[in-house]
């Protein structure tokens, strides 16, 4: 009887040298229906208080970018390659100077420590773990300082300070700390209108409220294991990363005034930042090739095509929708992207469009959420054998040989 090809031998194509060490990791039994990003979703619905689900799912206004993004993989299907001998395959990449084990990697995610224990924290130790790219969120709850010493190579996202003094503190702070990059989000210059998060019951600062406390007794899991424990052995969440100095506690009516206005922000501001950065500078939220040319010509050495998972402007274009044009204006610097990835298709897709990286959030997220360390470990897994698998049936041993004669355009 002749059987089909298994999915678990696709780690074996991994030459040993490019792959984090073999370490089986184990999530609770509770979580055994584990299989894809999908499932970790469908555990912290259950598993987050409503408003903190909201929080970390949700967009703005009508969702439309947020569908969009999903969508936009459907505009393309794949054209294999047949009797390939696919038995070297690997999913390893350089990105900026460092091998990867995965072209992929953890998009920066604000208030991680919120939806998991020390969830910063979690995360960048995961990646290290893993092999694989972590940047750390300005809205963050942990002090930077710290995710650097548990992960050297993690980068740090900034969302520039309204004011000279502030900037120039800030990029000073990251620099001290030891990262080496630095990534400035150009998307985030007013608050979006997030009505379904308030609708939810979340809000920034955080207001007590009986909906809240009953959300807190029906989900005790989240409330003893994460908010609970946080208090006790860490007291108050503070916005730590937003300036130089230690921002407000999260249920300070002050956050609002640490979310200084930056509408007045201009290409000048990066041209000084690129003058106080030493080492990497990478740009996010980049959706127009203009924006992306002038940045490159300021001295960005990456660029992220992004539209902040569909939270800052609804109807804002999928970036895989601009990706190309974008890769083909700027081909002296990586073209990264993030928004609405979920599955190993997902990524090869944008990195046959021209993409070198793809960053992913809320998925990681959840896993950290329901299952800590090991849940964020398991979810690296499954996508880089995802990776692995979909790359045999493409016929490709290599991400450098995928281009867009992979793909042809749905329904043509």
């Not at 970018?65 to 459907?74: H, K, M, P, T, V």
């Not at 073209?335 to 190993?344: P, T």
């Not at 290599?398 to 329904?411: H, I, K, M, N």
Request: with cysteine.
């Amino acid at each position: 009887m002749q059987l089909e090809p298994s999915a678990g031998g696709t780690a074996a194509a991994q030459p040993a040298a490019e792959t984090p060490a073999a370490t089986q990791v184990a999530l609770p039994a509770r979580l055994g229906h584990i299989l894809s990003l999908d499932d970790f979703e469908r555990a912290a619905r259950s598993h987050l208080p409503g408003p903190v689900f909201a929080y970390v799912s949700g967009a703005v206004e009508r969702n439309a970018s947020l569908r969009a993004n999903a969508a936009s993989f459907e505009h393309y299907e794949f054209v294999p390659r047949m009797l390939v001998d696919i038995s070297r395959r690997t999913t390893a990449t350089t990105l900026l100077g460092k091998r990867y084990a995965a072209p992929f990697g953890m998009a920066p995610m604000g208030i991680c420590a919120l939806s998991a224990y020390r969830g910063d924290l979690v995360l960048a130790r995961a990646a290290a773990a893993e092999n694989v790219p972590m940047v750390m969120s300005g809205s963050s709850l942990i002090r930077l300082e710290e995710i650097v010493q548990a992960n050297p190579d993690a980068w740090f996202q900034a969302y520039l300070p309204g004011d000279e003094p502030n900037r120039i503190a800030l990029v000073e702070r990251v620099k001290a700390a030891g990262y080496r990059t630095l990534v400035i989000t150009l998307d985030a210059s007013i608050a979006s209108n997030r009505e379904n998060n308030i609708r939810a019951g979340f809000s920034t600062p955080l207001r007590p409220s009986l909906s809240l406390a009953w959300q807190g007794i029906t989900h005790p899991r989240w409330t003893v294991g994460t908010f609970l424990r946080t208090i006790v052995q860490h007291g108050m969440p503070h916005f730590e990363n937003n300036h130089a100095r230690r921002g407000a506690p999260i249920l300070s009516s002050n956050v609002q005034r640490d979310f200084s206005d930056r509408g007045h922000l201009d290409w000048d501001d990066l041209r000084t930042i690129r003058r106080l950065w030493p080492g990497q500078l990478v740009v996010k939220g980049i959706l127009d090739v203009r924006d992306a040319r002038f940045a490159v010509d300021l001295g960005a050495d990456g660029i992220i095509v992004s539209n902040h998972g569909g939270r800052q402007l609804d109807g804002t274009v999928a970036p895989l929708k601009v990706l190309p044009r974008i890769v083909q204006a700027c081909p002296e610097v990586p073209v990264m992207i993030d928004s609405g990835f979920r599955r190993g298709t997902d990524v090869l897709k944008a990195l046959a469009l021209g993409a070198k990286f793809v960053f992913i959030g809320r998925p990681f997220n959840y896993a950290a959420s329901v299952a800590g360390e090991p849940g964020v470990r398991k979810a690296i897994t499954l996508l880089r054998e995802e990776v692995s698998r979909n790359m045999a049936m493409l016929g490709v041993n290599q991400l450098s040989e995928l281009d867009a004669s992979y793909l042809l355009p749905a329904g043509s």
